[in-house]
């Protein structure tokens, strides 16, 4: 018994050790990834840089949803810096990661971000078959929030090619599930775009008065209340 007491406490010490290292690990990541969110809207090296290091972090920790998650704020981030090369190949990325892990509720999600890249960088026909791959796999799905950012990525790509009918009938969509998840953000987002796609004056200044009220009631993302001002300053 005096033999084997040493290797217990020494086994006891470096699960201990492991533990905390685990946890130190995982406050890294939530650290990280917070600073790169909310630099996303601000300076987009800075977002694109603590996005790696949270990727980093969820790897030291093999977590492959949190490695997941960290690709997707750095694709979107890419892709508002017009990144698209880079963007694609973290999709490829996550891509990999998905089929290692056998992740499927996020195949979904990934189809939807080669979407977004796609269409960003202005091959609306190869975004659109994208995106409506990730439709067709989640019909049944609960997600309210996903379908609603679906639905306006195509939404905003009819737009882009000028089949505005096709782009207020996808913003609508994106509207009906964000007031399912009361993300009063994605319902002004989607006012803001039907908005664009009128000519005539009175729905233009109806679709943006709506979405200008929404905001101010329910306290908005700064940047997305600013874009909306600017387009009402435009308007008027």
Not at 29 to 52: M, V
Not at 121 to 139: D, I, N, V
């Amino acid at each position: 018994m005096k033999l084997i007491a040493p290797f217990i406490i020494i086994f006891i010490l470096s699960i201990s050790h492991h533990t905390a290292t685990s946890q130190e690990q995982f406050a890294e990541y939530d650290s990280c990834y917070s600073k790169a969110y909310s630099f996303n809207n601000i300076n987009t090296d800075s977002s694109i840089f603590y996005g790696f290091a949270a990727f980093a972090a969820a790897q030291a920790v093999s977590k492959p949803e949190l490695q997941i998650n960290a690709l997707k704020l750095i694709i979107n981030t890419q892709v508002k810096k017009g990144d698209y090369t880079k963007a694609i190949l973290n999709c490829l990325k996550a891509d990999s990661i998905v089929s290692v892990n056998n992740l499927n509720n996020s195949i979904a999600e990934i189809l939807m971000y080669k979407g977004l890249v796609f269409q960003a960088s202005g091959l609306s026909a190869e975004g659109l078959k994208y995106f409506f791959e990730a439709k067709k796999m989640t019909e049944a799905s609960d997600d309210k929030s996903f379908m609603a950012e679906l639905d306006y990525y195509l939404a905003l790509t009819y737009y882009k090619i000028n089949e505005m009918e096709k782009s207020r009938e996808y913003a609508k969509q994106a509207i009906s599930a964000d007031l399912l998840e009361n993300d009063s953000t994605g319902v002004v987002k989607s006012l803001a775009l039907i908005s664009s796609t009128f000519q005539n004056i009175d729905s233009v200044s109806y679709y943006l008065q709506l979405a200008d009220n929404i905001s101010r009631q329910n306290k908005v993302n700064f940047y997305n209340r600013a874009a909306l001002l600017n387009n009402l300053a435009l308007f008027y």
